[in-house]
């Protein structure tokens, strides 16, 4: 299949969505963001890459950083996380405080907001002070790059307007679903938010879940297969928050997103995707994003189903 030219096919079609869509600006520094760029990578488990528009250009990765950091503490704890984060779609916005409080603080998955602080939680119960600089290794590694790092504007500018995120953890420390100080909480999940990396650079960080948990150019096993199976389930199943269902009704991948514009697809034992467009639809997922992948999968078959 010429992917190349599948790309850039994609690119000419999603022209007329560049009027639809609005850039965050809950996150003030998140509205920098240019509203015209499309980036889209491929990057196979045989080795080959294929990009298009501004692959190139970091942008902020926002929820794409839950990917990481539940893999890291599905590594350290197993099945025992499962006491303090679930695996059911929510049905809610990813900030939603609603479901929390009448189910006691158990947030219902890793993906939204309250799940992503728990896991980032669990995070700080082993590594202490070391959890972002463990984190920002284990991206290095899934990626097979060293320079990726964060943005302290846009980490401070979370930090500063983060009302909900700070009720979020409030409310699951009230339950006792917080064993840690939850200022280094939410500071640690904010500056994970703020982890800037570009299309190239997250497809090749997904490579492992395409892989059964092998990370295919290093070779080396970043999580077990049993594992990985179940992350890739959960990006199918709660990776787009409340628009989880429509996504993969169209896409039909496990895929993740981010405010940013960003989001990640895996199509597995073939080949891992990002594709990245600042402008979002009502749930805040990429809304060109989500229709080139659309196109990808239809264009080509390529898709769980
Ligand atoms: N940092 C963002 C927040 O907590 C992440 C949300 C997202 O990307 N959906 O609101």
């Known amino acids: 299949m010429n992917y190349q030219s599948i790309l850039a096919e994609i690119q000419n079609e999603i022209k007329p969505l560049f009027k639809e869509g609005k850039v965050a600006n809950y996150i003030p520094a998140l509205q920098k963001a240019n509203p015209n760029d499309f980036a889209m990578s491929i990057v196979t488990i045989d080795g080959n890459e294929y990009h298009i528009g ?140 703020s982890i800037m990396m570009n299309t190239k650079q997250l497809a090749h960080s997904m490579l492992f879940l395409a892989n059964h948990g092998r990370q295919p150019i290093t070779n080396e096993i970043i999580i077990n297969e049993a594992k990985a199976k179940r992350i890739n389930s959960l990006m199918l199943t709660c990776g787009h928050y409340d628009a989880s269902g429509d996504f993969a009704y169209k896409v039909g991948l496990p895929g993740k997103s981010g405010v940013g514009g960003g989001i990640v697809a895996v199509v597995p034992k073939k080949m891992a995707l990002c594709v990245y467009s600042p402008k979002l639809n009502k749930q805040g997922n990429s809304l060109i994003g989500t229709k080139a992948l659309e196109l990808f999968t239809t264009k080509t078959g390529l898709s769980i189903f």
């Open 54 to 193: 501004c692959s190139d250009k970091n942008f902020s990765i926002q929820s794409i950083s839950k990917v990481f950091t539940f893999t890291l503490a599905l590594e350290n704890y197993s099945k025992e996380l499962y006491k303090k984060v679930g695996h059911e779609p929510s049905g809610d916005p990813f900030n939603s405080l609603v479901q929390l409080e009448y189910e006691n603080g158990i947030p219902r998955n890793p993906f939204i907001n309250a799940g992503a602080i728990v896991t980032t939680d669990s995070l700080i119960s082993k590594y202490k002070d070391d959890t972002f600089s463990q984190v920002l290794k284990f991206i290095k590694k899934t990626s097979n790059n060293n320079t990726i790092n964060f943005d302290n504007e846009i980490f401070k500018s979370e930090l500063e307007h983060g009302y909900r995120n700070l009720s979020l953890i409030n409310l699951m420390k009230s339950f006792k679903n917080i064993d840690n100080d939850t200022k280094k909480v939410i500071e640690t999940y904010f500056q994970q938010c």
